[in-house]
Structures are given as C-alpha cells and as structure tokens.
C-alpha cells in the first residue's frame, strides 16, 4: 500500500520508527517530512501537505504524528476529502475505516509509545470501508458540508 507519513518535532522520533517498520512490512512509503528535529517546526506544514496528498489520491492513507495528534487532526480535517482521527485504541483504528472510511490516523508522538503505535498503524491499514447504506449516508452529509464551506 502507498502510505503518506508526517509529523513536526513533537512526533519526529515517532514517525521515524514507524517509517522503518512500515517500509520493512513492504509498504511503500512519501513522507511529507519533517525531514529533520527541528523544535521550531509547525505541524501544519507536514500535516496540510499530507493530508492534500490523500484526499487527492496520491497515496491511499496518511499517519500524522505531533506532540499529542491533536493539532495534526485539526490541521488534517479542514482539507475537503480529508477523514482524519485522533486515534489511540485499536478498535477506533479499525471501526474508523470500516465505518466512516477514515483515510488518515493521527497519533500523538508524547502520548504513545512504538509498540503501540505501531499496533494502531497495523490495524488502520488493514481494516476496508464496510461501505454499507447508513455509513454512506453519513459521508455524504459531510461531503455536503464541505461543499457549503466552499461555497
């Protein structure tokens, strides 16, 4: 699978150890930096770029690592075609597919550990949108309201 991967220093170390264990389970890897620590970075300028490149189909799903995951989640919501989640359970990581077809997990490089990490990442990319009628449903009222903020 072609994976996006992004984080600012808060979740640099993170995405590092991810990255190497993704790649050694074949998948093929973009990441959209930080390509070094930097303590001054934005998370939005990994995270923006990232998430653009998901919802443009350019790799079929991101993880996003900050210091908590929440900024990167806000961050990654407000591009149009971007499902992002804070995401710290693996049932979350795999309901957040089947059911509302997430394309972006976001993770929080201070709040948890590689093993874990690397658990939520593994379920996350396994798990398919269910696509049944009441989940289809419910994106397209979200879609509707991306299409009103464009307006």
Same mark, same amino acid.
């Given at each position: 699978m072609?994976?996006g991967i992004a984080a600012?220093?808060?979740g640099?170390?993170?995405?590092?150890?991810?990255?190497a &264990? /993704?790649?050694?389970?074949g !998948? &093929? /890897?973009?990441?959209?930096? =930080?390509?070094?620590? #930097?303590p #001054?970075?934005?998370y939005p300028?990994?995270?923006?770029p990232?998430?653009?490149a998901?919802?443009?189909?350019?790799?079929?799903?991101?993880i996003?690592?900050?210091g908590?995951?929440v900024?990167?989640?806000i961050?990654?919501?407000k *591009?149009?075609?971007t499902r =992002?989640?804070?995401i710290? #359970?693996?049932?979350s990581?795999r309901q957040g597919?089947?059911?509302?077809?997430m394309n972006?997990?976001? @993770?929080?490089?201070r709040?948890?550990?590689?093993? /874990?990490?690397?658990?939520?990442?593994?379920?996350?990319?396994?798990?398919?949108? *269910?696509?049944?009628? &009441? !989940?289809r449903?419910? @994106?397209?009222?979200?879609?509707?309201l991306?299409?009103?903020k &464009?307006?």
């Open positions: 072609k994976i600012d220093h808060g640099y170390v993170l995405k590092q150890e991810l990255a &264990r /993704l790649e050694a389970a !998948h &093929r /890897l973009k990441d959209y930096g =930080a390509a070094v620590l #930097d #001054d970075d934005d300028d990994y995270v923006v990232l998430a653009r998901v919802a443009a189909g350019e790799v079929e799903r991101g996003a690592v900050c908590s995951g900024g990167a989640c961050a990654a919501n *591009v149009a075609g =992002a989640a804070l710290t #359970d693996v049932f990581a597919v089947e059911d509302d077809d972006l997990i976001c @993770l929080g490089g709040v948890v550990g590689p093993a /874990l990490a690397w658990e939520l990442a593994q379920a996350f990319l396994a798990a398919g949108f *269910v696509g049944g009628e &009441r !989940h449903r419910r @994106l397209d009222k979200v879609s509707e991306e299409r009103e &464009r307006q």
